[in-house]
């Protein structure tokens, strides 16, 4: 698409022709708090099919499930008892952290390690994990001894994972994050508990992370607008990019989110688990969309990580439709976007 046109417009390539939209249905919408952000659920209804209590208490339960299970934050979490088991021990981990480890393992052999859930000592020492916080008063960024021995903990082959049986191994001080995928998939969870539950017209959003099913009352489907880095004065500005989330996903990596700046330089909060450094290939954001979240999640941080040139031909090779944006040497911003998302411009 010309980037002179200042408004792109993607839909999915198949449609959901057996659901139809409940024309004259109200939308309802409930909000919240979980994993250090916001929460958002939308949907339709013309009869009480479920009360908003029993919406929001089925919302929360999904949502307190993957805390419970994969939080870094919660003490005593599943994935906090792993962290600080002793060394050489085996853990069957419960099916929903398997689900994901299942997609995280897969994802860090496809892209090199690229992706890591392995990578929590490396999260931590830059001060992105629970503590010591970039935020806090005197932190500083650590030294190149200090990364090297957090490099030598985040082998994620290390973790020997069984999918069949859920088990994993704890080498010794080895600190699994999954940060970079639980998200979306409590974004799936909810989904799917609320299509149980008879609501198969939703729009659920967390910490930015959005899967749309179904259409909403007037037959239009779930419009949202990517998620897109500011534009600093003199920069040209990108087209905005309007999505159809009807049986879409949508999830956003970008360097513009958390950041700290340490002897003049610029530390983006998404780390390359191969060199133990937050990133600086140049890529301001890579938006993925895909019929799950959990993968549109994780695949835009692999691709983030990656770059521009190498994200391309792991995404051309997936057919993953995304959207790279990149900052130029002359500080302008550029987009490309994979043959998979150009497919979807209407």
Known sequence: MDQTLMTRVLVPTLLDDSTRPLLGAQVRSLDGQTMGTTWQVRWTVQASVASVERVHAA???????????MSTWLPGSDL???????????????PAMGEVLQAACWLSHESGGAFNPAAGALVNLWGFGPGPRYTDPGFTAPSDDAVQRALARNDWRALRWDGANRRLHQPGGLLLDLSAIAKGYAVDRVSRRLSAMGLVHTLVEVGGELRGQGLRPDGQPWWIELESPPVAHGQRP?????VALHGLSVATSGDYR??????????PHTIDPRQGRPLANGLASVSVLHAECLWADAWSTALTVLGREEGMALAEAHGIAALFVQREPDGQLSETLTPAMQALDA
């Open 80 to 94: 906090d008892r792993f962290n600080h088991a002793p060394a050489d021990t085996d853990h069957t981990v419960p």
């Open 59 to 69: 919302v929360q339960a999904e949502l307190d499930l993957v805390v419970d299970q």
């Open 258 to 267: 958390r950041a700290f700046t340490h002897g003049g330089v610029r530390w």
């Open 238 to 242: 990108l087209p905005t990019t309007r």
